[in-house]
């Protein structure tokens, strides 16, 4: 569907606090707190934090990162792949490493690879790429 734009969710607060930050390098860590709304109804009885989510704060980070940098909002345009490995509920550390795949950052288009941990165990390997809206 080319020419068409991606429509996001409302709001979303995925990113977390601000652990690190170097030109190629970034970490966020925070605590998925059951009352957030996307627990609710997914799934009844056992919530888990859904893995498009995982995709969000990817995404959300990196362009947090790029804007600390000097650079502008920033649009995906790849997702080069997702990897989910564990799930995550409520109450549950989501730690995020995002590190950049081309050096030096080029703030018009960057590659990054976000590998996320759930209570310290692996839970998700993300590879995209972002450009200049």
Do not use: N
């Not at 080029?106 to 998700?124: F, M």
């Amino acid at each position: 569907m080319s020419g068409m734009a991606l429509r996001r969710a409302a709001p979303l607060a995925c990113t977390g606090q601000l652990q690190e930050l170097a030109f190629d390098r970034m970490l966020t860590e925070q605590t998925l707190e059951a009352a957030l709304p996307l627990f609710a109804g997914h799934y009844p009885g056992r919530p888990i934090f859904p893995g498009v989510c995982y995709v969000e704060a990817a995404l959300q980070a990196v362009e947090r990162g790029v804007r600390l940098a000097g650079g502008g909002p920033v649009r995906m345009a790849e997702l080069a792949s997702v990897r989910l490995l564990a799930a995550a509920g409520p109450g549950a550390q989501l730690r995020c490493e995002l590190k950049l795949l081309d050096a030096p950052l080029t703030l018009a288009r960057s590659r990054w690879q976000i590998s996320c941990a759930v209570d310290g165990q692996p839970a998700a390997v993300i590879r995209l790429t972002v450009e200049a809206r």
